[in-house]
């Protein structure tokens, strides 16, 4: 059984540009959440796609925004890159969007 | 709103000795609360939770905590702290309503001293 996989592991990008961060769900999961972290703190939940669907948003502007493919694996897209958004994105997948989440390892993103 | 505090954001322990990190809680309605643990450049993995069953929980390498509702505390203990629970230790908290989506307390870093 695969556990939950994101990429790509580091990305440095430039302010003002966009980026979009891929996350695979574990095998038979179908909710997916999405968090930042930024350094030395704990993580922010960002938003929640449960079969496809946005199923809650945390406190983040409008430019950082979602997907969920059929197959539920997940895209995290955040444009206009500010040099707050420097931060580790980590992606949990879970059976239900009560059931206990599981976490990829994370994608580190550099904003210059 | 729910809310966590993690005191001491660093915590030094000897190898051996007893691990206690604290984490108290903030909510209007009867809390899920959930232990995570951060390895350098991984993600989370969770040690243990509580969901109105037993307060005493047992989670995975010889961790425990306890749900103490008059305290609104879920302190994390393990007896005798080994080199390899060199990490760190997020507390969170969810409800009923919210879910599975966490509102994590600012985590506490532990260092093993041998």
């Known amino acids: 059984e695969t556990g939950v996989t994101q990429s790509p592991t580091h990305l440095i990008k430039t302010r003002g540009q966009q980026v979009t961060l891929r996350c695979s769900s574990q095998?038979?999961?179908?909710?997916v959440s999405w968090y930042q972290q930024a350094l030395g703190q704990g993580p922010q939940f960002i938003f929640q796609?449960?079969?496809?669907?946005?199923?809650g948003r945390g406190n983040f502007p409008p430019r950082f925004s979602g997907l969920q493919f059929p197959n539920y694996s997940s895209e995290l897209n955040v444009n206009a890159l500010e040099l707050d958004d420097s931060a580790l994105y980590l992606c949990?997948?879970?059976?239900?969007?009560?059931?206990?989440?599981?976490f990829g390892p994370g994608t580190r993103l550099l904003v210059l | 709103a729910q809310s966590v505090t993690q005191l001491g954001s660093h915590v030094s322990v000897s190898e051996g000795a007893l691990v206690l990190l604290r984490c108290n809680y903030s909510?209007?309605?009867?809390?899920?609360l959930f232990w995570y643990v951060q390895y350098p450049n991984q993600g989370l993995q969770l040690l243990l939770k509580?969901?109105?069953?037993?307060?005493l929980v047992k989670g995975i390498n010889g961790f425990e905590a306890e749900f103490k509702k008059s305290e609104t505390s879920f302190h994390l203990t393990k007896p005798s702290a080994h080199m390899s629970d060199a990490a760190e230790y997020f507390c969170?908290?969810?409800?009923?309503?919210?879910?599975?989506?966490?509102?994590f307390g600012g985590g506490t870093r532990v260092l093993v001293k041998p």
């Open positions: 949990a997948s879970s059976s239900g969007t009560k059931e206990t989440q599981y």
């Open positions: 095998s038979g999961h179908n909710t």
């Open positions: 796609y449960y079969r496809e669907e946005e199923n």
């Open positions: 909510s209007s309605v009867p809390p899920y």
């Open positions: 509580y969901t109105s069953a037993a307060t």
């Open positions: 969170a908290v969810t409800d009923k309503a919210a879910g599975n989506k966490l509102t």
